[in-house]
């Protein structure tokens, strides 16, 4: 959906990415509009080297691109929604410099506006990556909708850059600002998190997991996960499997040391994701080929080339955008598989996966359930 943001900057047209026509959600919300606004009433001067943080589909960068912008994100959607925002309101491609969470920072920040993400754990590990460049006149400006920002958040930015206060609501958004303060005493970076894999997990018991601020269960193994790992599939011998929405790679890893002949894929859209993937295995001394790969789902796969796909989909965001990013991947699994290839699924019970299964690959068997958990075998016929 194309839809018109008006801003302080001028009228600006945005769309998330993929663009769904039966998706109706905005590529904007009401705390980036209260950000710009801010901005422009209070006439924060934005010179020097302004960086936005977290920004989720590019409606702050566009806005802002004639200030020369840097992005920092962790989404390649949200990187690609940037890409084709600032192209269709006629910016040019050098004037907002795209970066991602595993860049290195910009050496010097003089403006830093932060949409606050949904993790706490990657406000953390970028505020502590992002201090070094702030200096005492840093503008620092976060921005999120009331229900994201909590007193831990506020303690980060406190605790991290210095003096934090927020701003009263406004249509549901508050700002936060933040007076850096050269002189603290910054916390050590505590990402990325290591944890040890308990010892009935098959091929990865006991094994270490490396996670990268932000990276779904970046903490502890998921109870899914968990399940998933005690009934993956034997494995095609020296089949090439991917791991589609792969997060710290704990399930390409586990198909890598059961089977060192196979190829694994490693995919996520999640910068961060595929890091940690990369460090799992590598950790883990996996043996055979393995690629990691940022990127939406199982696009530039070539059709008919996979044997064996593993995927727990996302299902925390927004319910019509997670059933969407489910279905295609389950689309783009039956697409990627050879004929007798096989699209291995755990989902929580409820979210019905069994009936797209079996309308998108005409069956759809349960290997294994419990009272909470379900891993559903599909094969491309
Ligand atoms: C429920 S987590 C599963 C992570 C890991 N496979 C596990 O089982 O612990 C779902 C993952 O899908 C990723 N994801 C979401 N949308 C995606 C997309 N369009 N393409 C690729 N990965 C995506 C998320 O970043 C997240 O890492």
Redo the contacts with the bound molecule.
């Keep these: 959906m194309n839809d018109r943001m008006t801003t302080p900057w001028g009228e600006r047209v945005l769309a998330r990415f993929p663009e769904d026509p039966r998706d109706r959600l905005r590529a904007w919300d009401a705390s980036d509009e209260y950000l710009l606004r801010h901005l422009a009433d209070r006439q924060v001067p934005l010179s020097g080297t302004v960086v936005v943080v977290g920004d989720r589909w590019g409606a702050l960068v566009t806005a802002l691109a004639e200030h020369r912008p840097a992005q920092i994100t962790d989404s390649w959607?949200g990187q690609e929604a940037t890409r084709a925002n600032l192209a269709r309101n006629g910016v040019g491609p050098g004037a907002v410099r795209l970066l991602t969470t595993q860049d290195p920072p910009p050496e010097r920040i003089d403006v830093l506006l932060v949409r606050v993400p949904k993790s706490l754990a990657l406000l953390e590990d970028q505020l502590l990556r992002l201090a070094p460049a702030v200096h005492g006149d840093t503008v620092v400006v976060g921005t999120g909708m009331v229900k994201e920002i909590h007193t831990s958040t506020l303690n980060l930015f406190e605790r991290i850059l210095g003096p934090t206060r927020t701003s009263l609501a406004e249509k549901k958004a508050r700002l936060v600002f933040c007076t850096p303060n050269p002189a603290s005493v910054r916390p050590d970076n505590p990402w990325p998190y290591r944890y040890t894999l308990p010892g009935d997990v098959g091929p990865v018991s006991g094994r270490t997991v490396v996670n990268h601020a932000g990276?779904?269960?970046a903490d502890r193994l998921?109870i899914?996960?968990r399940f998933?790992l005690k009934h993956l599939p034997a494995g095609p011998e020296g089949g090439r499997v991917v791991?589609?929405?792969?997060?710290?790679g704990?399930?390409g890893t586990a198909m890598a040391l059961a089977d060192p002949r196979a190829e694994v894929l490693f995919?996520?859209?999640?910068f961060q994701?595929v890091a940690s993937a990369e460090a799992t295995h590598r950790e883990n001394g996996a043996p055979g080929h393995a690629e990691f790969r940022v990127?939406?789902?199982l696009s530039g796969v070539p059709a008919g080339s996979v044997d064996l796909v593993l995927n727990?989909?996302?299902?925390h965001s927004h319910q019509a955008t997670t059933d969407a990013?489910a279905r295609?991947?389950f689309a783009g699994a039956r697409r990627a598989l050879r004929p007798g290839g096989e699209l291995w699924v755990?989902g929580n019970r409820h979210l019905g996966y069994h009936v797209q299964l079996r309308r998108l690959f005409g069956n759809s068997r349960v290997v294994a359930s419990d009272p909470k958990f379900v891993v559903l075998r599909a094969v491309r016929r």
């Design positions: 959607l990276v779904f269960c998921d899914g996960t998933f791991d589609l929405g792969c997060g710290n704990v399930l995919v996520d859209e999640s994701a990127g939406d789902g727990n989909p996302p299902f990013t295609r991947m755990i």
